[in-house]
């Protein structure tokens, strides 16, 4: 398989990472609508987006299929964002993203980083858990009437 690289995210990639996350949540016929197309932007709504938030994509052979976003607020990296194509899934995509964006909290003197996820997510509930993030509650219908799950690391 073809080396894979993991990097920070320039203006330039918008075009990419918006066709990306298209692919990602096209894919998942049973999530809510609402929630689907808020996380489809634009290439205008995701400039918004890169407000306060560190992006790195994981590219193979120059295309993108993975990404996340890492932002910080008071000492803690909250990751945000985090989606592989379905194609490349089980190949580490998300490990590698996930270990490049708590070394980049680490560096940033972070103190912990966190994600929520939805309690349906059983994918990423297991990703987590295999990086080493311990769960640290439940937000009961907080998104759309979905549970959602607290997951943190401390450094
Ligand atoms: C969750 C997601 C990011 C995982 O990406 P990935 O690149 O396939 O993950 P990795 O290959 O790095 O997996 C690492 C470990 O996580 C766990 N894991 C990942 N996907 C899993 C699955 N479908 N079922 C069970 N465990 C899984 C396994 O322990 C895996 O190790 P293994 O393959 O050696 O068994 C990907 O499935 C995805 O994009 N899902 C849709 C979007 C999403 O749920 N985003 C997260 C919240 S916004």
């Not at 964006?101 to 103190?111: K, P």
Request: hydrophobic letters at 40%; proline letters at 4%; a neutral charge.
């Amino acid at each position: 398989m073809k080396p894979l690289s993991v990097d920070r995210l320039a203006h330039q990639d918008i075009p990419d990472i918006c066709a990306l996350y298209k692919r990602v949540w096209d894919g998942t016929k049973e999530l809510p609508t609402e929630l689907v197309k808020s996380w489809q932007p634009t290439p205008l709504e995701f400039t918004s987006w890169m407000e306060g938030v560190t992006y790195f994509a994981a590219r193979r052979d120059g295309r993108m299929i993975g990404a996340i976003g890492c932002e910080i607020l008071e000492g803690s990296c909250r990751l945000v964002h985090l989606a592989v194509d379905p194609e490349a899934r089980r190949q580490g995509v998300a490990t590698a993203l996930v270990t490049a964006s708590v070394e980049w909290a680490r560096r940033n003197t972070c103190h912990s980083v966190w994600v929520d996820l939805l309690d349906r997510f059983t994918a990423a509930t297991a990703l987590f858990k295999s990086l080493g993030f311990g769960e640290c509650g439940v937000l009961h219908k907080h998104r759309l009437g979905e549970d959602v799950r607290l997951s943190e690391k401390l450094l």
